[in-house]
Every structure is written in structure tokens, then in C-alpha cells.
Nanobody
Framework: QVQLVESGGGLVQAGGSLRLSCAAS????????MDWYRQAPGKQREFVAH???????NYADSVKGRFTISRDNAKNTVFLQMNSLKSEDTAVYYC?????????WGQGTQVTVSS
């Protein structure tokens, strides 16, 4: 059974940085594309970043140049380095694994940016 566990969220001041991690189990991680999404209070969940199994990346315009997605296949982990954080980045952040027949979500980690 696929499991995803996020960590690294917290409270940070505007302009600061955080690094989120998402550890996967129950799958051949290196073969899966991975994503980060976020959901702010009262808003729909939105795409943040994507990384293919081969390491190609793309980002939402709102985070381009500030956030970096990466992966360590040896550790079955995907990361989201978030720099120059803004109050509007406050949300619950979820990782998502694109499986062959379905996708899987983690439980989420809260990121709060104080202005």
C-alpha cells in the first residue's frame, strides 16, 4: 500500500525559508512523477510544483523563482524548498504521487507565513 508522509512545515516570517519533505513507501518511487499542491483556508487545492521520474520540473507561476522541487530516489523522498516566503503562501501543503492507475495523497503539512 502506498503511503506518503510530509514533514517540515511550520511558522516562518515573511521572507524566510522552509524545506518540506515527503517520504514515500509501498511503491517503486523512482518510477513515479511527484507533485506538491497546497490548500489555503476557504480556497480550492492548487498545483504548486511537479517533478518527473527523470527529474524535469515545472511550477505554478505564483511560486516560480522562489520554490524548488527535487527528489532523492535513494531515500524515496521528494522535497520542496521554499524561499522568500509570502503571507499568501500560507496553506496546508500536500504531496501527490502519480501512480500507474491512480494517484495518492499525503496527509498534508501546515505552512504559516507571518507578515
Amino acid at each position: 500500500q502506498v503511503q506518503l508522509v510530509e514533514s517540515g512545515g511550520g511558522l516562518v516570517q515573511a521572507g524566510g525559508s522552509l524545506r518540506l519533505s515527503c517520504a514515500a513507501s509501498g511503491t517503486i518511487f523512482s518510477m513515479n512523477d511527484m507533485d506538491w499542491y497546497r490548500q489555503a483556508p476557504g480556497k480550492q487545492r492548487e498545483f504548486v510544483a511537479h517533478i518527473t521520474s527523470g527529474g524535469s520540473t515545472n511550477y505554478a507561476d505564483s511560486v516560480k523563482g522562489r520554490f524548488t522541487i527535487s527528489r532523492d530516489n535513494a531515500k524515496n523522498t521528494v522535497f520542496l524548498q521554499m524561499n522568500s516566503l509570502k503571507s499568501e503562501d500560507t496553506a496546508v501543503y500536500y504531496c501527490y504521487l502519480e501512480g500507474a492507475s491512480r494517484g495518492y495523497w499525503g496527509q498534508g503539512t501546515q505552512v504559516t507565513v507571518s507578515s
